[in-house]
């Protein structure tokens, strides 16, 4: 049993690492601005293929993958500067339904420019591999499981010990109050755009690789992220983390049994369904008006 | 003081996750486009060799630059509208069939059109709705007017528009996908669709000796489990095993799919894929990070011979990786091909030189000579008659002429052809024309006899 389920579980760890990781990015941001990104794939998405344009025309990788992370960061922060103060004091679903246009948008734009042919992005870490049992795992993947329990650690640090991390949770407490105690609240949750964008870049390479660089493919990658940070009831860091490497962890562990498998996909989409009926309408998800 | 109030948090939440879930299937299922061609490009080069071409004889060479007239002077009468649908989903574009169709008959328009009368192509994208298939169809023939249908490439158009189709008289030139566009006497494909492809896969993978299990893995979409009856029914018939997985596209995890594939298969079996170039790469290149290249037999139908596939996998999958080709190679360097790509490269250039580019290349230059054999009036009676009679056509990319009526159950006019492989980021022929297996499923046998006995694709 253990033999055959184990390149599965093993090949699932690196991919729920960065669902993880993709998670915690997602309530960072929600944490701080009451904004669930749905926009989240879709911006990495196009990060990536511009890293992959950058790499055909012969600019070094050491260049083109900073650019991916750069261009997530910029999109970030010029939606969350320009266009998210102007609905900041609606609801978190008007907010949220806000990012769906940026979604839209930008798989338009991938369709339009990058839409035909197929595309791919091998990052150099691929390229070292181990053999574990049937499986092979590169650096890559490692990276896929490392990175983000290195900056969740990270995150809640920052959260807890630093001035802007302080800022943000007393943004998440109330944004009104904290306004009037002089804390810059467009700044700050200016930042909290960079850093979301910021791992979204990172993930969206790692996605780009480890499972394709397609256009919609990639942007709806958000979905099993999304399941996570709902099983973290878009506030719990750590519980969110694990959350994305179980979904991960489950999702390839069906490929064990053929009969299952076809139905692996629905993962996410039960497991967020379950937190919700588990965490219910009796727990309370801080949130901003 | 504003208090944050608390959220009722799974009222939230729900309203959050529908919305994400609305939002999948909205961009999904965007609503048609379409798009026309009757444009007055700029000219096209001057040519004053007349073209060779000739429906009835089959002889269809063309200079390069040249179609239709081949005047090279723009035609400014009344258009001849045809139509053209094709699916257009995440995973799935056919839309390459159609924008190629569009684009040679821009050429065709360049080149004094069919008679000094321009071809109006009107091609409309379709999301995999009966419905809304069945009103596209409605639209073009009856409000539209079109004379005839061409390029169709759909996963669903000939089930649900097979019987609207043979009541108006229509019969579409098309770029064959569902089982029943290749077993109904109203529609002539240029290519033999995924079942006969996915078959041409599997008889290369057997002749490179795969025994024990062959699977068959194709997308999780209408239809695909007919589809996949070719490659079960063809390894039964020689003592494998056979599984057929269907799986979403895009791939959610394609290493761990590479992996499930190989145990599978089990040691010395094959694996004939059957999706498009964009979804299939991913799923290779996890196979090659894997280790699997030499596990299995890997073989394919013909939508990943696509340059952009070829380029981006490494030399570890030369000669690897066994694709059913419908059509001769990209760069074979014949007439055909090279005509194909001048009129790509001017009017259309952002379609890469590819299989399915082929197919509407055919498909517009098909279409194009039965409308200049017509004497008399383009009615709909008329032009339908001339697709349906069309026998003999050469061209350099088929392995046999091509017609459009085989007289049997259903039309397979293209059912000879050659396999591929990737070698340095190219496309080769290791395998020269064979023919598709015919099997008690399917009816090349008679298709065949009905070939020799009408003379149909005469060499």
């Known amino acids: 049993m253990w033999s055959d389920l184990q390149p599965f579980f093993v090949l699932g760890i690196a991919l729920g690492g960065v669902f993880a990781m993709s998670g915690v990015g997602l309530v960072v941001l929600y944490r701080t601005t009451g904004v669930l990104n749905l926009a989240y794939g879709g911006v990495g998405a196009m990060g990536a293929l511009i890293s992959w344009t950058m790499i055909d025309k012969g600019i070094s990788g050491w260049i083109a993958y900073p650019g991916c992370i750069l261009f997530c960061a910029l999109v970030s922060l010029v939606y969350g500067t320009l266009f998210a103060p102007l609905i900041s004091g609606r609801d978190s679903l008007t907010k949220t339904t806000a990012t769906l246009g940026m979604l839209v948008i930008a798989i338009g734009l991938m369709q339009m420019i990058w839409g035909r042919n197929a595309h791919s992005i091998t990052l150099p870490t691929s390229y070292w591999n181990y053999q574990i049992g049937e499986v092979r795992i590169s650096w890559t993947q490692i990276l896929g499981v490392v990175f983000p329990i290195l900056i969740t650690y990270g995150t809640v640090v920052f959260l807890k010990k630093s001035k802007v991390g302080t800022a943000m949770r007393s943004i998440a407490n109330d944004r009104e109050i904290t306004a009037m105690l002089g804390v810059p609240v467009r700044r700050i949750e200016s930042i909290a755009w960079v850093v979301s964008g910021v791992l979204c870049g990172i993930a969206a390479l790692l996605l780009a690789n480890l499972v394709s660089l397609d256009i919609v493919g990639l942007s709806f990658l958000v979905v099993p992220s999304l399941a996570a940070a709902l099983i973290g009831q878009l506030n719990k860091i750590w519980v969110t983390l694990a959350a994305g490497f179980f979904i991960g962890i489950l999702q390839s562990s069906f490929n064990t049994w053929p009969s299952v498998a076809d139905y692996r996909g629905l993962t996410p989409f039960v497991l967020a369904i379950g937190a919700l009926l588990v965490f219910g309408a009796g727990k309370n998800m801080v949130a901003r008006t | ?459």
């Open chain 2, 1 to 459: 003081m504003t208090k944050t109030s608390r959220l009722s948090g799974s009222r939230r939440i729900g309203s959050l996750l529908a919305l994400v879930a609305v939002a999948s299937l909205g961009i999904a299922a965007c609503g048609s486009s379409s798009s026309s061609s009757s444009d007055t490009a700029a000219p096209a080069v001057a040519d004053t060799t007349a073209p060779v071409a000739d429906a009835a004889t089959g002889a269809n060479l063309q200079a390069p630059g040249q179609c239709g007239m081949g005047t090279g002077t723009p035609a400014t009468g009344e258009p001849i509208k045809l139509g053209g649908l094709a699916t257009n989903v995440p995973g799935i574009d056919f839309t390459w069939i159609t924008t190629m169709t569009g684009a040679y008959f821009k050429c065709v328009n360049d080149n004094g059109g069919i008679n000094g009368r321009p071809i109006e192509y009107t091609a409309v994208d379709e999301q995999l709705d009966p419905t809304q298939i069945a009103s596209i169809a409605t639209k073009l023939i009856e409000e539209d007017k079109v004379l005839g249908l061409v390029g169709n490439t759909s996963i669903i158009d000939c089930s649900v528009n097979g019987a609207y189709y043979a009541e108006k008289g229509f019969y579409p030139i098309i770029a064959g996908v569902d089982q029943a566009c290749f077993t109904s006497a109203n529609f002539s494909a240029v290519n033999m669709g995924p079942y006969y492809s996915s078959l041409g896969g599997a008889q290369a993978a057997l002749r490179a000796g795969a025994k024990g299990t062959m699977v068959i893995v194709s997308p999780n979409l209408p239809g695909y489990d007919l589809i996949d009856t070719g490659v079960t029914d063809f390894a039964k018939a020689n003592g494998l095993k056979a599984i057929d997985v269907l799986e979403d596209v895009p791939f959610a995890d394609p290493a761990s799919l590479a992996q499930r594939l190989v145990k599978q298969a089990g040691p010395g079996g094959a694996v004939v894929l059957d999706f498009t170039g964009p979804v299939v790469l991913p799923l290779l290149q996890a196979i090659e990070q894997q280790g699997l290249i030499d596990s299995v037999i890997w073989a394919s139908s013909t939508p990943p011979n696509d340059p952009s596939v070829s380029k981006e996998l490494s030399a570890k999958w030369n000669g690897k990786f066994l694709v059913n080709a419908e059509m001769n190679v990209l760069d074979s360097g014949l007439p055909d091909q090279n005509h194909m790509e001048v009129i790509r490269a001017k009017y259309a250039p952002d379609l890469p030189s590819a299989a399915f580019t082929q197919f509407g290349y055919l498909a517009g230059r098909i279409a194009t000579d039965a409308l200049m054999s017509i004497k008399g009036d383009l009615t709909q009676e008329s032009v339908n008659a001339a697709f349906k009679g069309i026998k003999n056509w050469k061209t350099d990319m088929f392995c046999k002429p091509w017609y459009y009526s085989s007289g049997a159950a259903g039309n397979v006019s293209n059912n000879s052809d050659i396999t591929v492989a990737p070698k340095d980021g190219v496309w080769v022929k290791v395998e020269d024309c064979f023919d598709i297996a015919a099997l008690p499923n399917n009816p090349l046998d008679a298709i065949r006899a009905n070939e020799i006995a009408n003379g149909l694709n005469v060499g």
